[in-house]
């Protein structure tokens, strides 16, 4: 099993800055991408920036240039700096840990695993 904490939410001013931590424990060699979403109430859940075990970075366009996903693999940390912040980033902030099945050679566990972790989420708020 994979557990996936968040912390760093909080209340800002518009324009302001905040960093999201996402800490996994447990069988952490299974992950192969940390991403973080976002929910408004009565609303999907929406991706906003993943990172996957190879290095690259994806964002949904609405971030691109303001927030920033990072990984630390030997802290097994995910965290997202987001800058420029808008009233319309407010939202509660989820992070997902993934493991895919046949990824992970000489970890048969990691196959039994398979599926997307979800952390309990942490409220970020933009005040205008």
């Known amino acids: 099993q994979v557990q996936v904490v968040e912390s760093g939410g909080g209340l800002v001013q518009a324009g302001g800055s905040l960093r999201l931590s996402c800490a996994a424990s447990?069988?952490?060699?299974?992950?192969?991408?940390m991403v973080w979403y976002r929910q408004v109430p009565g609303e999907e859940r929406d991706l906003v920036a993943a990172?996957?075990?190879?290095?690259?970075?994806f964002y949904v366009n609405s971030v691109k240039g303001r927030f920033t996903i990072s990984r630390d693999n030997a802290k097994n940390t995910a965290f997202l700096e987001m800058n420029s912040l808008r009233p319309e980033d407010s939202a509660v902030y989820y992070c997902?840990?993934?493991?895919?099945?046949?990824?992970?050679?000489?970890?048969?566990?990691?196959?039994?695993?398979?599926?997307?972790?979800w952390g309990q989420g942490t409220q970020v708020t933009v005040s205008s």
């Open positions: 997902k840990v993934d493991i895919y099945a046949g990824t992970t050679p000489g970890h048969p566990q990691c196959d039994r695993l398979a599926r997307g972790y």
């Open positions: 447990g069988d952490t060699m299974c992950i192969n991408a």
């Open positions: 990172a996957p075990n190879d290095g690259s970075t």
